[in-house]
């Protein structure tokens, strides 16, 4: 964010809370000041002042002219430490929870909203069983069944060597391997169970403040409901991200995480399980006996598992302070138990029982494939349905979003778990291609090899709409060279400059490639579907790698085979290296590490609704704040207030204003500038920030103006017309650069600023000082005379503490 831009000539007390977007910024470069104090909240998140303006509030008559400027950093909520460059990893979570958010608006349709809601907990669900049976497939199947089972393989990597069935050691009994090998994905979850709980800790238990002043008829509360909620009267709708509840998804959470974490320990007793079943069906006995309860007891609790995880959404209508104990400790405790009841069973000594082949990962794999892919179309027709009675051409892909959005999800998990298992096979077989040595090989399933072999038949369908793209681009800067002449004012022909005016036309145009990304969405999710339908009907239907499948086909069908099934192992596996290089760059590399904190700080704003596992909420912390700092200021000095947002800082800033009781709603002026409030979220989250909701936050507060440039890509128009006789939110869009060639105010030429830097432009002063003017004069100070001086409201509740003041 630049420097706080000079003050407007207005009267009255007021405060402009400043807001950065993506990639952060500190609270000097924010306030144009190197001696700056922090005055409330911690290290991760908190509100600082120039020294000078400590005391504000006790030297009110300093500021007749100029509002008091406040910084609000949240950088550290998504991009502090190194270790959470490794949320990288969670990136199909994150995906697959947005797409929660995706649904297209519906009022009064409670059982659409919540099935949509159970489509998409599924297919969450999905993929952690998917990451978990990856898990083991590499170190139940891959290393501990076929590799150390096999001799050539297990002489030639000694650290195998204890478990080698050849050496006849304690170890070298199948089950005991696989028992042994089992660690490593009960680990995985143990892991990811650890990241969730202490993130829900430091997040979804942070408490939002009150809801309105006046009380509402809500829908019930332990439901997902539809849109908004009415009072019966004449009130404003309450919104939906205005209900108290929204930002604290601290029950949900806990139950999803105990669902999720009772799901992978399940699945490595599946595959424990299911490597037993094939031995002892031909030898009936005790063991087979027992094996037949425990594999009960196992469907049982998948079948609990599922109904956890089906039964309750979110609930937003009010605080929900409970946590389901039962469900939160007993379900994955249960189900580490059966794993290692199961495991006890695996392990014992069986007579004639070697490995054979490789475990039954085909039939498990495919089934995932399947039920996501169900799940996807189920989910397209429920968002149909939903979109079909109030359709709105600026919606992504008329509704479709989070359908095709869960796709990637489901693409994404697929890329990292087919990724590791193609690299693991090819390291441990040698320089073959998985699944075409000759002889017995190391080899992942087969369905897999066909996954990777489809990769590059997407990339080529890609080839299409990316040059199409390209052209359109080159076209549009063309056809917008006269208009950029004629915004500068330059008709006659010696004031133009070809080169210039070209360098402004192809920013204005490149910057336009952003409205495209729903085809390109579209695109990628369709083919994903229908090729991975093909990938599982040829898996299927010929039982072999696609460069074996084709052995009897014309040689160029059979060369092609063999070519995109290579291709498809090292693109496959070079896609889930560049995850892990890219997480470890980011932990030893501070400007890597910010780079990924931008890619949450779009993905991580909403709460986690569907994958407990996703990488944390930072919005369920920084809109409770910046609500809490507008109440308290507004109802200790009576004064106006200004939040100014750039970029996601407007997203926080508009999230967090809905928050506001309507009475301190109305005493708050709103600038966002660089927003993506309609240009990405309304078009992608059109329940919460479509056009309705956009044109009720309009109503609600004193006065709103929306800043942007045509050669931003990420920040665009609100698209909030006039009404009820206030203005229409956008201002006239904002030239840039801000001269077209050299002139005496600006010498030397401007740069083409895109996103960044609006303060810098001389009309974003102009704009905010017509703001701060528009605003309701100040009320009288309500301030308690016994508590402590200082900027903090000493009547506001103290759920949610506060630092005091500290040094930043």
């Known amino acids: 964010m630049s420097p706080a831009t000079p003050a407007p000539e207005s009267g009255g007390a007021a405060l402009e809370l400043l807001v950065h977007g993506v990639g952060g910024a500190t609270p000097q470069d924010m306030l144009d000041d190197p001696r700056t104090v922090r005055i ?113 393989c297990a002489d030639a ?38 990241l969730s709980s202490r993130t829900w800790s430091a997040y979804e238990a942070q408490r939002p403040p009150a809801g309105y002043d006046a009380p509402v008829t809500e829908p019930r509360a332990d439901t997902e409901t539809a849109d908004s909620g009415s009072d019966g009267g004449a009130a404003e709708p309450r919104p939906a991200l205005g209900r108290p509840g929204f930002w604290y998804g601290r029950r949900l959470v806990a139950r999803l995480r105990a669902a999720h974490t009772a799901a992978g320990f399940l699945t490595v007793a599946a595959a424990l399980a299911s490597a037993t079943a094939r031995h002892d069906a031909v030898r009936p006995g005790a063991l087979t006996a ?45 189900s580490l138990a059966v794993l290692a009841l199961i495991a006890l069973h695996t392990g014992w000594a069986r007579p004639g029982w070697s490995s054979a082949g490789t475990l039954p990962g085909d039939a498990v794999f495919g089934a995932l494939t399947l039920a996501q892919g169900g799940l996807v179309v189920a989910l397209g027709v429920v968002a149909l349905l939903l979109q079909r009675p109030r359709r709105d051409p600026r919606t992504a892909l008329r509704g479709l979003g989070g359908p095709a959005v869960a796709m990637l999800a489901c693409a994404l998990a697929g890329v990292m778990s087919g990724g590791v298992a193609q690299r693991v096979a090819d390291w441990l077989d040698g320089p073959a291609t998985p699944g075409m040595g000759d002889g017995p090989r190391i080899g992942p399933p087969v369905l897999l090899s066909w996954q990777a072999s489809v990769i590059p038949v997407l990339l080529l369908l890609l080839l299409a709409p990316a040059a199409l793209l390209a052209v359109r681009t080159l076209l549009t800067a063309r056809r917008l060279r006269p208009r950029v002449e004629a915004d500068y004012g330059a008709a006659r022909a010696d004031e133009r400059d070809p080169v210039r005016t070209g360098r402004i036309a192809s920013g204005r ?44 086909a014309h040689p160029a069908i059979a060369s092609l085979a063999s070519v995109t099934q290579a291709l498809g192992s090292w693109m496959i596996g070079f896609g889930f290296l560049l995850f892990v290089t890219w997480g470890r760059r980011a932990y030893r590399d501070a400007s890597a590490r910010r780079t990924i904190g931008i890619l949450w700080d779009v993905g991580t704003f909403w709460p986690r609704a569907a994958h407990p596992f996703a990488p944390p909420c930072y919005a369920e912390r920084a809109v409770p704040d910046l609500t809490w700092r507008m109440s308290s200021w507004t109802r200790a000095t009576g004064g106006r207030l200004v939040i100014s947002g750039h970029s996601q800082g407007s997203v926080l800033a508009a999230a967090a204003v809905w928050q506001l009781p309507p009475a301190t709603r109305g005493r708050v002026a709103l600038l966002t ?69 050299r002139t005496r105010r600006h010498p030397l030429p401007e740069p083409i600023l895109g996103h960044s830097d609006y303060q810098a432009d001389p009309a974003f002063a102009l704009r905010r000082s017509a703001l701060l003017d528009r605003l309701l004069p100040a009320m009288p100070r309500q301030r308690d005379p016994n508590g402590p001086p200082g900027p903090a409201d000493p009547n506001e509740p103290s759920d949610q503490g506060s630092s005091g003041r500290s040094s930043g």
Not at 523 to 534: E, I, N, P, R
Not at 690 to 713: F, I, K, Q, S
């Open 290 to 334: 027992l094996g037949w309860t425990l594999r009960a007891a196992l469907a049982v609790l998948c079948l609990l598992v599922v109904w956890v995880v089906c039964r309750r959404g979110r609930s937003e209508s009010r605080l929900d302070l409970r946590v389901e104990h039962a469900v939160v400790s007993w379900l994955p405790a249960a």
């Open 40 to 152: 409330t909240g911690d290290r991760t998140a908190a509100m600082y002042r120039r020294g000078e303006d400590v005391d504000a509030e006790e030297h009110p008559e300093r500021y007749a002219a100029r509002p008091v400027p406040e910084a609000y950093c949240w950088s550290n909520l998504t991009s502090g430490d190194g270790a959470r460059a490794l949320w990288l990893l969670l990136l199909p979570f994150m995906v697959a929870n947005l797409a929660h958010w995706m649904r297209p608006p519906a009022r009064n349709r409670p059982g659409a909203v919540r099935l949509y809601g159970v489509l998409v907990r599924l297919v969450a669900l999905t993929l952690t069983v998917l990451l978990t049976a990856a898990a083991c497939e590499v170190a139940l199947d891959l290393t501990a069944w076929q590799c150390a089972g096999t001799a050539a």
């Open 157 to 194: 990597y000694s650290w195998l060597g204890f478990l080698d069935a050849g050496r006849g050691g304690w170890w070298s009994l199948p089950g005991r391997r696989l028992v042994l090998a089992a660690l490593v994905p009960v680990a995985l979850v143990g892991l990811l169970w650890y």
């Open 673 to 741: 500038y660089g927003s993506p409030l309609e240009r990405l979220y309304g078009r992608w989250f059109p329940a919460y920030f479509g056009p309705e909701a956009l044109r009720a936050l309009h109503r609600t507060v004193d006065c709103w103006t929306n800043l942007y440039r045509a050669t931003d890509p990420i920040g665009g128009p609100v698209r909030v017309p006039a009404e009820d006789g206030r203005p229409a939110v956008d201002a006239e869009v904002m030239l840039d650069p801000v001269a077209y060639g």
């Open 509 to 552: 145009a490149r910057a336009a490639l952003t409205d495209s990304a729903p085809v390109l969405v579209g695109v990628v999710s369709g083919a994903t579907l229908l090729l991975g339908a093909a990938s599982v009907a040829g898996a299927w239907a010929s039982g072999n790698v696609p460069g074996r499948a084709f052995d009897g």
